[in-house]
Structure formats: structure tokens, C-alpha cells
């Protein structure tokens, strides 16, 4: 018998999920909200509330979005860990503390499931075109009962550790993304208001030594001003700015780059700009120019 797929999330990155699982003939199931109105028409099926998720599901994926979400779908009176049993495995994708993550792992566990730490890299175009990855981390055999269906949402499922270790890589790579998404805009602004022409500074890095990813898939964006439609919301990486620096303090290790990436995707929020594609944080950047004679 086919495993049975709950998703718990269904937004932007559980929507593209969900597709892909569908596409592959899986049996997906999601809580009815009206952002899984589509599932049904798609395939899918909706129960009441995160714990019928639970009852009726193998393997139920979360990709929630807000800290609040996590504590109502997963420990309120209806969520996922009241409907829990012995067979279930959670593999949890989404981007939190690593505490939060170990409050869902306890309370899971504590009813006989098994809860993974399985953060997810990358935008939903990265899952669609195949270039996302997810760590997955704690119990290895469990593990490896899920990488079957991980790796149709990501080509790239390694094991990395314990429970934990996921969400450390994540903030990593995160850090890496975002930090180069502001150096690439800190350097175009320089440049155009050098005088410069941003496609001429464009042809000039991609083939040097100084070029990034993220500098060849945002670079483009910022010269041009294309914040829309986003290739990934600015909301998306917002809250892991601030992760990535708690984490960072927790440790007590320097985190200066992170830090000043975290204040200037702040402000893209007060600029309420959040639903612009992430490269938007060049216009934070540039409305902090001076203007000189």
C-alpha cells in the first residue's frame, strides 16, 4: 500500500510540495484552510483539523510558516501531536530555533512518534526545477524511510547528524545566501552611483573570479529593478536573518555580516516592500545613499 502523505502547511513552499508529491502519484492529504481550497481539484484530500492529519497519515511533512502557526497546529487542542501514534514519522522542513524544533520533537515523540529535523534550502522555483536540498537529521533509519518522498520536492536528501544538526546547516547556508544577496547589492549600488553601467558591471563580474551564485541570479534583478513576480519574497528570508543572529549570539561568536543583512531586510519591511522579491533589499541599501555635490 502507498504511503499516505499529510502536509501541514500549505502555503507557498508546502503548495509547491504538495504539487510535486501529486505529480508523482502519491496520496497527499492537507488541513482544510482556504489556502488548500485547489488540493481536491488536484488530487488531494483535506481533513478538519492537524490532528486527522496525524491519525490518517504515514508521513506528514511540516512547512509552517510562523512560530505562532507551529503552536497552534502542533500543540493546541486539535494539532498534530494530540492525533499522534506509534507509526508516524514527522519530517519537519521548516526554518525555526532549534529549541522550537525540540518542543515539536518532544511533544511528538512523547505520544510514540518519530519527529525528524529536515529543513529545506531553497525557494519553491528551486524545488520545481530541482535544485533544492533538504538535511535531513535524527533517527537514521527513520531517515531513511523518508527519503523516498523528501526526494521528490529535492534531488539532494543527505543525513547529517542528530536531531538539530538540519536546522545548524541551515542557518549556515542561509547565511551564506542572504549576506551575498547584500554584497551584491552593496557593490551594484557602488558602482551605479559610480557612474557605472549596472549591465556593464554585470558582464564584467560573472566571468571573474569575484562573481557569486547569488550575485549571477539577483545581480540581473537589481540592475533592472525587477522585484516582481518574485523569484522568492523578501518575507521568505526575513525571520531567518533573525534566527541566524540569535543562533550566532547564542554561541557567542561574531556574526557582523549577518547582523547588518538582518537590519536591512528590517528595513525592507518597514519600507513594506516584504512581498518583492528578495534582491529588493538593493532599494534598502540605496535609500541610505547621500547625496553629495
Given at each position: 500500500?502507498?504511503?499516505?502523505?499529510?502536509?501541514?502547511?500549505?502555503?507557498?513552499?508546502?503548495?509547491?510540495?504538495?504539487?510535486?508529491?501529486?505529480?508523482?502519484?502519491?496520496a497527499?492529504?492537507?488541513?482544510?484552510?482556504?489556502?488548500?481550497?485547489?488540493?481536491?481539484?488536484?488530487?488531494?484530500?483535506?481533513?478538519?483539523?492537524?490532528?486527522?492529519?496525524?491519525?490518517?497519515?504515514?508521513?506528514?511533512?511540516?512547512?509552517?510558516?510562523?512560530?505562532?502557526?507551529?503552536?497552534?497546529?502542533?500543540?493546541?487542542?486539535?494539532?498534530?501531536?494530540?492525533?499522534?501514534?506509534?507509526?508516524?514519522?514527522?519530517?519537519?522542513?521548516?526554518?525555526?530555533?532549534?529549541a522550537?524544533?525540540?518542543?515539536?520533537?518532544?511533544?511528538?515523540?512523547?505520544?510514540?512518534?518519530?519527529?525528524?529535523?529536515?529543513?529545506?534550502?531553497?525557494?519553491p522555483?528551486?524545488?520545481?526545477?530541482?535544485?533544492?536540498?533538504?538535511?535531513?537529521?535524527?533517527?537514521?533509519?527513520?531517515?531513511?524511510?523518508?527519503?523516498?518522498?523528501?526526494?521528490?520536492?529535492?534531488?539532494?536528501?543527505?543525513?547529517?547528524?542528530?536531531?538539530?544538526?538540519?536546522?545548524?546547516?541551515?542557518f549556515?547556508l542561509?547565511?551564506?545566501?542572504?549576506?551575498?544577496?547584500?554584497?551584491?547589492?552593496?557593490?551594484?549600488?557602488?558602482?551605479?552611483?559610480?557612474?557605472?553601467?549596472?549591465?556593464?558591471?554585470?558582464?564584467v563580474?560573472?566571468?571573474?573570479?569575484?562573481?557569486?551564485?547569488q550575485?549571477?541570479?539577483?545581480?540581473p534583478?537589481?540592475?533592472?529593478?525587477?522585484?516582481?513576480?518574485?523569484?522568492?519574497?523578501?518575507?521568505?528570508?526575513?525571520?531567518?536573518?533573525?534566527?541566524?543572529?540569535?543562533?550566532?549570539?547564542?554561541?557567542g561568536?561574531?556574526?557582523?555580516v549577518?547582523t547588518?543583512?538582518?537590519?536591512?531586510y528590517?528595513k525592507?519591511?518597514?519600507?513594506?516592500?516584504?512581498?518583492?522579491?528578495?534582491?529588493?533589499?538593493?532599494?534598502?541599501?540605496?535609500?541610505?545613499?547621500?547625496?553629495?555635490?
Amino acid at each position: 500500500m502507498s504511503q499516505r502523505i499529510g502536509i501541514l502547511g500549505l502555503g507557498e513552499m508546502g503548495g509547491m510540495a504538495a504539487r510535486l508529491l501529486l505529480a508523482r502519484d502519491m496520496a497527499v492529504s492537507a488541513v482544510d484552510r482556504p489556502s488548500a481550497a485547489w488540493l481536491p481539484e488536484a488530487g488531494g484530500t483535506l481533513v478538519a483539523d492537524a490532528k486527522t492529519l496525524a491519525a490518517q497519515s504515514d508521513i506528514v511533512i511540516l512547512l509552517l510558516a510562523t512560530e505562532d502557526a507551529v503552536e497552534d497546529a502542533i500543540f493546541g487542542d486539535k494539532g498534530l501531536a494530540a492525533g499522534a501514534g506509534g507509526e508516524l514519522i514527522v519530517a519537519d522542513m521548516g526554518t525555526f530555533a532549534v529549541a522550537l524544533k525540540e518542543r515539536v520533537r518532544d511533544a511528538l515523540e512523547g505520544k510514540g512518534a518519530i519527529a525528524l529535523d529536515t529543513p529545506i534550502s531553497g525557494t519553491p522555483q528551486a524545488m520545481e526545477t530541482g535544485r533544492a536540498v533538504i538535511m535531513l537529521s535524527g533517527d537514521e533509519a527513520a531517515c531513511d524511510q523518508v527519503r523516498p518522498v523528501l526526494e521528490a520536492l529535492a534531488p539532494k536528501c543527505p543525513f547529517v547528524g542528530p536531531f538539530g544538526h538540519g536546522m545548524k546547516l541551515k542557518f549556515v547556508l542561509n547565511a551564506l545566501v542572504t549576506n551575498h544577496v547584500l554584497v551584491t547589492a552593496e557593490a551594484l549600488n557602488m558602482g551605479i552611483a559610480s557612474g557605472l553601467d549596472p549591465q556593464q558591471i554585470i558582464d564584467v563580474v560573472k566571468p571573474s573570479v569575484a562573481t557569486s551564485t547569488q550575485f549571477e541570479l539577483r545581480g540581473p534583478l537589481m540592475a533592472e529593478r525587477k522585484w516582481d513576480p518574485p523569484t522568492a519574497p523578501a518575507r521568505l528570508v526575513l525571520k531567518d536573518t533573525h534566527y541566524i543572529v540569535d543562533h550566532a549570539r547564542a554561541l557567542g561568536v561574531p556574526a557582523p555580516v549577518s547582523t547588518i543583512t538582518r537590519d536591512y531586510y528590517d528595513k525592507v519591511a518597514e519600507m513594506g516592500l516584504l512581498d518583492k522579491e528578495l534582491a529588493i533589499i538593493f532599494e534598502a541599501l540605496e535609500a541610505d545613499n547621500e547625496v553629495t555635490d
